[in-house]
């Protein structure tokens, strides 16, 4: 199958199929005589592979690992599962940041005072104290 085909039946671009290919995400096409890049259902595969991994957010250095392991004949599902571990972990460090804005926030828009004089007692100047608490508390 042509490019154009194989983008149609993953959704990637052909830019973007000819980009993967430079860096090595997927392997040089055999091409036609004409020099047409001709790509086999295994391509599909392994782009379908990338695209669901790009869906979860997985770099493309974290696939081309997992993707080499499978390449050496390994088993690639322990890195998978380490890789997936590694951002259910950071996903949960940013909720848990995320939650603690999001308190902080409405506690300053219910400190707010929609009728305050301007950066003496108003939500503005909460806003301002705090970004002068926070570099104090940095450069201790």
Not at 3 to 26: C, F, H, M, N, W
Not at 59 to 88: F, K, N
């Amino acid at each position: 199958m042509h490019i154009r085909d194989l983008a149609r039946q993953t959704g990637v671009s052909p830019k973007t199929i000819r980009y993967y290919e430079q860096i090595g995400l997927l392997p040089p096409p055999q091409r036609a005589e004409n020099n047409y890049r001709c790509y086999t259902q295994a391509d599909v595969e392994r782009l379908r592979f990338i695209v669901g991994a790009r869906s979860l957010d997985l770099s493309l250095r974290e696939i081309a690992a997992i993707l080499a392991l499978s390449d050496h004949g390994e088993v690639p599902c322990p890195e998978m599962i380490d890789t997936l571990d590694q951002h259910i972990t950071v996903i949960e460090r940013r909720i848990a940041d995320l939650q603690a804005l999001h308190s902080l926030l409405i506690a300053l828009r219910q400190q707010g005072n929609r009728n305050a004089t301007l950066w003496e007692d108003c939500v503005c100047a909460l806003v301002r104290d705090r970004a002068l608490a926070t570099a104090h508390n940095a450069g201790s």
